[in-house]
């Protein structure tokens, strides 16, 4: 399903525009592409990980399919649902098999979903490719596989590599230590092999990563300890330093760490991209508890830097746990013509797009608020805001009140329609969201202006999972069919 939705491509180091059939040529990757330059192809279906543990319902989590076909009877609906076979597991990210790169050959496709669990250190492989809106259950690798082979647990995100396998990241060790690592599985059988680091290596709090082998690179991120962030959020974790502010540079081919980048201002840096032109040397990471987007790029002597390019203020407030409150940006993403950037700020309740055709001067060119926790009526009071004039209204959408703050996203590939999801991690929402807990969470579809720049609240599409079958669920990431913005790597 992924293809170039390129018209043409902004050369990130020139001021030169070089259309897409020029850039065709010179990036050996988009020969995969299973669309010619230009064209696209509007998403069906969504796949999203939903979560019971810390919400009143005892059953697994499991993966819903959504209809986001207009002109489908069952748009806006649920159609399958498929229960993991145990419980508290936490499903979060998700991956695929096979690489983008991997197109062409015959003996690869992109059939089965690899959900790691962030709790239980689980890996469920999800066949997808038999009956798409009907996915199943196609293998379960064990902690213990994990925990004996490689010494890590509580995962994270899920990549596959143009060598066939498939690299997850661990935030820890069995313990709940923050020793971190990465997962190497193969990419046909799922067995566990190993560590993708060399024997004695670790990724200090290990949460995200995101690889570009032209420049032999792997950066990864960092967010906390699993024992500091496995029931909920505590400040003086913060001021003990608890928490991660570094980004890790890696070799790609020696599998081995090279520089650490401590972020100024850069606490929790979470979510992580590098620009999708292959030969790119930069790209973004969203800080969440900094509140801020820094750039990272490549010197000419080698080494990597960072610079903070984004800020979004705290609010002065009372009636929360703090005297300030941080956006807490939690999901970012660039989409497919490396354009915009898009965020969300879990907390202060808002989206925004940026115009990154200079990366080292983001462009504000959209914003929307849908929900969070300084809505009018609501428990919090601002007293000082850099920002706003007024605390913003709450959002209801066909009747329903939405609870808790936009946090994952997706775009599509023609970069026209922007989904959200409002939940962040089950023990996070019942501390900050407690209505999230009760009500469930919603998905969202933002109509985006691609030319100018400019978000539009679809006020006719909502998918609440606060009437699943089986009681209030918590949706996270969003995936399509074949691959998206955030789970393609181009060689």
């Given at each position: 399903?992924?293809?170039?939705?390129?018209?043409?491509?902004?050369?990130?180091?020139?001021?030169?525009?070089?259309?897409?059939?020029?850039?065709?040529?010179?990036?050996?990757?988009?020969?995969?592409?299973?669309?010619?330059?230009?064209?696209h192809e509007r998403e069906e279906i969504v796949y999203l990980p939903c979560i019971y543990r810390n919400t009143s319902t005892e059953a697994p989590d499991y993966l819903a399919t959504v209809d986001v076909d207009p002109k489908s009877p069952q748009y806006c609906q649920v159609i399958h649902r498929l229960p993991m076979p145990n419980m508290k597991d936490e499903l979060h990210h998700s991956g695929w098999n096979t690489c983008s790169s991997c197109f062409g050959d015959s003996t690869k496709s992109r059939t089965k979903l690899m959900l790691p669990c962030l709790i239980s250190s689980r890996i469920y492989v999800v066949d997808v490719g038999t009956e798409p809106r009907a996915p199943k259950l196609h293998k379960v690798i064990e902690p213990q596989d994990i925990h004996a082979k490689c010494d890590l647990g509580y995962l994270h995100t899920s990549h596959c590599l143009a060598s066939g396998e498939v690299m997850i990241s661990a935030l820890g060790d069995p313990k709940g230590n923050g020793k971190g690592?990465?997962?190497?599985?193969?990419?046909?059988?799922?067995?566990?092999?190993?560590?993708?680091?060399?024997?004695?290596?670790?990724?200090?709090?290990?949460?995200?990563?995101?690889?570009?082998?032209?420049?032999n690179v792997m950066i990864s991120t960092e967010w906390a300890a699993p024992n500091v962030l496995r029931d909920g959020f505590n400040p003086a974790d913060v001021q003990a330093g608890l928490y991660g502010s570094c980004l890790h540079v890696w070799d790609w081919q020696r599998h081995e760490m090279v520089q650490t980048l401590h972020l100024q201002d850069g606490l929790i840096p979470l979510e992580i991209r590098f620009l999708h032109n292959p030969a790119a040397s930069q790209g973004f990471v969203g800080c969440a508890l900094g509140s801020n987007i820094q750039r990272f790029y490549k010197n000419e002597g080698g080494t990597w830097s960072v610079e903070k390019v984004i800020q979004v203020p705290p609010k002065k407030v009372k009636g929360w746990m703090l005297p300030e409150m941080p956006s807490l940006i939690t999901d970012i993403l660039l989409s497919l013509d490396d354009r915009f950037l898009y965020f969300s700020n879990w907390l202060h309740g808002d989206l925004?797009?940026?115009?990154?055709?200079?990366?080292?001067?983001?462009?504000?060119?959209?914003?929307?608020?849908?929900?969070?926790?300084?809505?009018?009526?609501?428990?919090?009071?601002?007293?000082?805001?850099?920002?706003?004039?007024s605390q913003p209204e709450p959002l209801v959408v066909k009747g329903k009140r939405v609870a808790g703050g936009p946090q994952m996203i997706q775009?599509?590939?023609?970069?026209?329609?922007?989904?959200v999801t409002t939940s962040l991690y089950s023990a996070w929402d019942k501390q900050f969201y407690p209505d999230l807990i009760r009500e469930g969470s919603v998905m969202l579809q933002i109509d985006v202006d691609t030319e100018k720049g400019g978000l539009k609240l679809n006020p006719n599409f909502l998918v609440d999972f606060g009437k699943e079958p089986l009681?209030?669920?918590?949706?996270?990431?969003?995936?399509?069919?074949?691959?998206?913005?955030?789970?393609?790597?181009?060689?």
């Amino acid at each position: 399903m992924l293809l170039t939705t390129l018209q043409r491509y902004w050369q990130p180091d020139t001021p030169e525009v070089i259309p897409v059939a020029q850039s065709y040529q010179m990036w050996e990757v988009w020969t995969w592409l299973p669309y010619p330059p230009g064209g696209h192809e509007r998403e069906e279906i969504v796949y999203l990980p939903c979560i019971y543990r810390n919400t009143s319902t005892e059953a697994p989590d499991y993966l819903a399919t959504v209809d986001v076909d207009p002109k489908s009877p069952q748009y806006c609906q649920v159609i399958h649902r498929l229960p993991m076979p145990n419980m508290k597991d936490e499903l979060h990210h998700s991956g695929w098999n096979t690489c983008s790169s991997c197109f062409g050959d015959s003996t690869k496709s992109r059939t089965k979903l690899m959900l790691p669990c962030l709790i239980s250190s689980r890996i469920y492989v999800v066949d997808v490719g038999t009956e798409p809106r009907a996915p199943k259950l196609h293998k379960v690798i064990e902690p213990q596989d994990i925990h004996a082979k490689c010494d890590l647990g509580y995962l994270h995100t899920s990549h596959c590599l143009a060598s066939g396998e498939v690299m997850i990241s661990a935030l820890g060790d069995p313990k709940g230590n923050g020793k971190g690592g990465f997962v190497l599985l193969d990419g046909e059988t799922f067995e566990v092999k190993g560590t993708w680091e060399r024997p004695g290596g670790a990724a200090p709090l290990g949460y995200d990563f995101w690889y570009q082998p032209r420049h032999n690179v792997m950066i990864s991120t960092e967010w906390a300890a699993p024992n500091v962030l496995r029931d909920g959020f505590n400040p003086a974790d913060v001021q003990a330093g608890l928490y991660g502010s570094c980004l890790h540079v890696w070799d790609w081919q020696r599998h081995e760490m090279v520089q650490t980048l401590h972020l100024q201002d850069g606490l929790i840096p979470l979510e992580i991209r590098f620009l999708h032109n292959p030969a790119a040397s930069q790209g973004f990471v969203g800080c969440a508890l900094g509140s801020n987007i820094q750039r990272f790029y490549k010197n000419e002597g080698g080494t990597w830097s960072v610079e903070k390019v984004i800020q979004v203020p705290p609010k002065k407030v009372k009636g929360w746990m703090l005297p300030e409150m941080p956006s807490l940006i939690t999901d970012i993403l660039l989409s497919l013509d490396d354009r915009f950037l898009y965020f969300s700020n879990w907390l202060h309740g808002d989206l925004r797009q940026y115009d990154i055709s200079d990366p080292k001067r983001p462009r504000l060119t959209g914003q929307l608020f849908l929900g969070g926790s300084i809505v009018k009526g609501g428990p919090v009071q601002v007293l000082e805001d850099q920002e706003l004039k007024s605390q913003p209204e709450p959002l209801v959408v066909k009747g329903k009140r939405v609870a808790g703050g936009p946090q994952m996203i997706q775009l599509s590939l023609d970069g026209k329609r922007l989904y959200v999801t409002t939940s962040l991690y089950s023990a996070w929402d019942k501390q900050f969201y407690p209505d999230l807990i009760r009500e469930g969470s919603v998905m969202l579809q933002i109509d985006v202006d691609t030319e100018k720049g400019g978000l539009k609240l679809n006020p006719n599409f909502l998918v609440d999972f606060g009437k699943e079958p089986l009681g209030p669920a918590l949706a996270h990431e969003l995936r399509y069919p074949g691959g998206d913005c955030s789970s393609d790597i181009w060689l």
